[in-house]
């Protein structure tokens, strides 16, 4: 199944960290890529996601402002499989 693409704002960038805005409307997806870095999701909605993952899928439960990490190397794609909008900032740590 074809879906639309997440879209995001790159909103930092220096020597410490990348801080990326990601917005899913219902029915988009991230892509499937791997981490470089460490990071943290910051959610900035409520929302519903599920993780495309080597090892299978599973749904996974955003709660705004309830925060999250993933170490360097984790592979994935993000969909947002519901009916509402959602969105999160990533952090990553260089």
């Not at 410490?16 to 029915?27: E, N």
């Not at 981490?35 to 996601?49: A, E, L, Q, S």
């Amino acid at each position: 199944m074809e879906r639309a693409q997440a879209t995001s704002h790159l909103q930092i960038e220096n020597s410490q960290v990348l801080v990326t805005r990601w917005d899913f409307p219902p029915g988009s997806e991230t892509g499937w890529h791997r981490h470089g870095h460490d990071y943290v999701i910051v959610p900035i909605t409520d929302g519903k996601m599920r993780l495309e993952t080597l090892e299978g899928n599973r749904d996974v439960i955003l709660e705004a402002g309830v925060c999250y990490s993933r170490v360097e190397g984790t592979e994935h794609n993000v969909i947002n499989d519901s009916d509402s909008f959602f969105s999160f900032v990533e952090v990553e740590i260089k």
